[in-house]
């Protein structure tokens, strides 16, 4: 059965007897191989002969939650247990299958085995028919490990790539400390809002077509639990966006809700509770403009300044699929913090 979002980020493989080993993590591990959103699945011919096989291939289908067109979390890429070589193991994200009876059915996460910023999860089965049980309560969990994963590389990379004389600007100017994507600039500032931009163009079909991604980043004072309520924050974001985000001829950026309301969960940033919102937003107040896209924001409060923040980001690339861009724009927002 297909999980929401919001479902599998609250779960994690704790309950299946996950352990972690970081591995060495020696400087002669060769770079990870494949793409963002890859995981090769590994496991033995019993089980893709299997009637359980079509579980497993329907669960890692996982739909992207939050995006204007269906979109799997990840694409796999099946290998048997054999053919799992060295072609395959130096791969960022591995899961792997194997049935052994003389261990209980769980999970163990290990980090940079044969490769650096590496993921690897191995789910040991008891006995075949443990799969379905096992896929119903925990795979959940074991995306939710992928994802992350994908996280951090971006936020290293960034880390690597961006500009430090950027970041120390949106310090100065918002209270927040950001790692931001290389060559995003400063599009728009005013006391309490900080807008950052960064457009490009990709080709496909021969022609080179367009994507914005963007980061705004925003305060109030904070006085009461009530501003966290779910109604509060998409009215402040609403009211943000017209206010500060114009498109073409009076158009302006609202939440895009007629389909498919945002996703809004509590969740625990920089140890302590916020609030994160993902969904569709779109330009509205014009006649004739027909623009919209996906977005990624986290609410939380700093008990320093006594501010609530809202950082979010946005997608817009109509000719694109958005997972990769909005997997950029999280590990954005992700990094967000007011104090050290």
């Not at 403009?289 to 990624?296: I, P, Q, S």
Request: some cysteine.
């Amino acid at each position: 059965m297909m999980r929401s979002f919001l479902y599998w980020v609250a779960l994690t493989i704790t309950c299946v007897s996950c352990m972690e080993d970081t591995g060495d993590n020696r400087s002669y591990l060769p770079a990870n191989t494949g793409n963002q959103g890859e995981i090769v699945v590994v496991a033995p011919p019993v089980l893709w002969a299997s009637d359980e096989a079509n579980l497993l291939k329907k669960e890692l289908l996982t739909l992207f939650e939050g995006l204007p067109a269906d979109e799997p979390l990840f694409t796999s890429v099946e290998v048997s247990t054999e053919g799992f070589v060295d072609l395959f193991k130096t791969h960022r994200n591995i899961l792997e299958f194997r049935i052994d009876p003389t261990n209980k059915t769980g999970a163990l996460k290990r980090k940079d085995i044969y490769a650096k910023q590496q993921t690897q999860i191995i789910v040991n089965l008891n006995k075949l028919n443990d799969l379905p049980t096992f896929l119903e309560n925990e795979f959940p969990g074991v995306l939710k490990e992928f994802h992350q994963a994908e996280i951090s590389r971006l936020a290293s990379r960034n880390r690597a790539f961006g500009d430090e004389k950027l970041k120390e600007e949106v310090l100065m100017l918002s209270g927040v400390s950001l790692i931001l994507q290389e060559d995003f600039e400063l599009a728009k500032q005013s006391p309490d809002f900080l807008w950052l931009r960064l457009d490009r163009e990709k080709p496909i079909g021969g022609f080179q077509h367009q994507i914005n991604q963007g980061i705004m980043i925003y305060q109030r004072p904070y006085s009461d639990t009530l501003q966290f309520s779910d109604t509060s924050l998409i009215a402040w974001k609403n009211n943000i966006n017209k206010a500060f985000v114009e498109g073409p001829s009076t158009s302006y950026m609202s939440i895009s809700n007629r389909y498919i309301a945002p996703v809004i969960n509590t969740i625990s940033f920089r140890g302590s509770a916020a609030k994160e919102m993902r969904g569709l937003w779109r330009m509205e107040g014009a006649k004739g403009v027909f623009m919209g896209g996906a977005f990624y924001a986290i609410a939380f409060y700093d008990p320093i300044s006594k501010n609530q923040y809202f950082v979010e980001g946005y997608v817009y690339g109509p000719q694109f699929n958005k997972r990769s861009f909005i997997r950029e724009i999280e590990a954005m927002v992700k990094s967000a913090k007011t104090t050290d």
